[in-house]
């Protein structure tokens, strides 16, 4: 089995930053895109930003030049760092990741926990 672990949320005020992690363990071969979305209370759950295997990024309009998404293929982890952060950025933050088991030819998508940011003064 596959475990995605998240960690770094806070109370944080207007402006302040956090750094998430997401740290990924079991019978792992090899992982391909790795994410966050985020879902705030009466909401959908959003998309926030991506990375492929080969470090290729995408964050969303709402985001850009405010977060930034970054991974460490050794230790099958990644990292959302958040700067300049906003009330509406409050919501339970998750990590995603498509997996390749050991023994397996097929990705399997797997999802966090989630973790709670919120921003207020």
């Known amino acids: 089995q596959v475990q995605l672990v998240e960690s770094g949320g806070a109370l944080v005020q207007p402006g302040g930053s956090l750094r998430l992690s997401c740290a990924a363990s079991?019978?792992?071969?090899?992982?391909?895109?790795m994410g966050w979305y985020r879902q705030a209370v009466g909401e959908q759950r959003e998309l926030v930003a991506y990375i492929t295997s080969g470090g290729t990024t995408k964050h969303v309009d709402s985001v850009k030049g405010r977060f930034t998404i970054s991974r460490d293929n050794a230790k099958n982890s990644v990292h959302l760092q958040m700067n300049s952060l906003k009330p509406e950025d409050t919501a339970v933050y998750y990590c995603n990741a498509d997996v390749v088991r050991v023994g397996s030819s097929i990705s399997e998508n797997y999802w966090g926990q989630g973790t709670q940011v919120t921003v207020s003064s």
């Open positions: 079991g019978s792992i071969f090899s992982i391909y895109t």
